[in-house]
């Protein structure tokens, strides 16, 4: 029996199944899970639906239903969408808007989500460090509640946007797996920008995937992709949070809960007519070897082998760079034991702004 296999798996539960043909998502899916298959979860556009009850498509807010496309103006040129905590805004770019969560004051701090998901991943971390930093969480451009591309862009260049119509910098980037590889090219592409990095589950925008477990991953996307299968593509995806040594029964239902939301919101937004838009940044792993500001890791540490050997090849490849782990914890250490990674990040956070004071 081979790493992935339905034995090792629950099936994560959704509100209904259906397929990806009756929303006409197909296409965006061979986009995704095969013409990018080998780019792994780091670059994969949104697939799949969640229904919401009589079967309407829902999006499903912190804790009412939200409608991100139907945002309001200020009039100063800031959009607001409207949550429970009214605290989730938006700024118009050249191509749709860009939704972000700011609380907090001090230092700026930014999370950025992993694939699929949203802000909302870092709920456990907004209320630790908002008393001490301006913490600032963008819905990457596809993802929650910020525009879909109708051109060719690049996740860095959306994160300086965002920076610069805020007037902040330069700014701690911390970024799990996809978010993780943007925050490295940010530091890249736009280093005055930039006064610390920390990454979990990824190094640099162009992963290596070797490990078998992860690969089976890859095929079962491919495989469900090809049958037009949304639900068996994203319980395919939410293996990451249990990682290779456990499955998901293992693992906080409340987590797996939050993810299934999360990837709701996201995959509700996109339709079949899309076309890949996102430009790559190339020689990253050439490039990070210049990089200077600190560098740290937080890695779960039962996450697959690939995501860890990449974020420890980073710190080793940067020039100040250093690894921490949250033991018992696979992809989503923020999310399963929240008060290890808040301890960890906070002490890094004081070491950076102690060395600069």
């Known amino acids: 029996m081979g790493p992935f296999s339905r034995s090792r798996s629950r099936t994560a539960r959704t509100p209904t199944d ?11 899916a061979l986009h995704a899970a095969v013409m990018r298959i080998h780019e792994g979860e780091h670059h994969c556009q949104p697939v799949g639906e969640v229904i919401g009850r009589e079967g309407q498509v829902g999006v499903v807010g912190h804790s009412t239903m939200m409608t991100p496309w139907l945002p309001f103006s200020t009039g100063d040129g800031t959009l607001v969408v409207m949550t429970a905590d009214s605290d989730l805004r938006s700024f118009e770019t050249e191509d749709g808007h860009l939704a972000y969560r700011d609380v907090g004051a001090g230092p700026p701090l930014v999370l950025l989500h992993g694939g699929f998901l949203d802000h909302g991943m870092w709920d456990d971390q907004v209320p630790f460090l908002a008393p001490d930093y301006r913490v600032i969480a963008p819905d990457a451009r596809g993802h929650g509640a910020s525009s879909n591309a109708s051109s060719p862009f690049r996740h860095t260049d959306d994160v300086a946007a965002l920076l610069r119509h805020l007037g902040v910098g330069p700014a701690v980037l911390v970024g799990l797996s996809m978010g993780a590889s943007i925050a490295v090219d940010t530091a890249l592409e736009h ?7 920390v990454v979990s589950g990824a190094g640099t925008s162009e992963p290596e995937f070797q490990d078998p477990w992860v690969k089976d991953i890859q095929a079962e996307w491919a495989r469900t992709t090809a049958a037009g299968d949304a639900e068996g593509f994203v319980n395919a995806h939410l293996l990451f949070a249990a990682g290779p040594h456990r499955t ?43 990089i200077t500001i600190p560098v740290l890791a937080i890695n779960g540490g039962i996450d697959s ?19 921490a782990t949250v033991e018992v914890t696979a992809h989503y250490p923020n999310m399963e034991r929240p008060e290890a990674f808040n301890t960890i990040l906070g002490e890094f956070l004081q070491t950076v702004f102690a060395h600069e004071s």
């Open 248 to 290: 998901l029964d293992d693992v906080d239902p409340n987590v797996v809960r939050r993810l299934w939301e999360m990837a709701g919101r996201t995959i509700a937004k996109h339709t079949g007519t899309e076309p890949m838009q996102l430009v790559p940044v190339t020689e990253t792993w050439t490039r990070a070897a210049k």
């Open 18 to 28: 259906k397929s990806l043909d009756r929303f006409g998502l197909l296409h965006l």
């Open 191 to 197: 280093p005055d920008l930039i006064r610390a990095l």
């Open 305 to 323: 082998d690939d995501h860890i050997g990449m974020a420890e090849r980073l710190v080793h490849t940067v020039t100040n760079g250093r690894a």
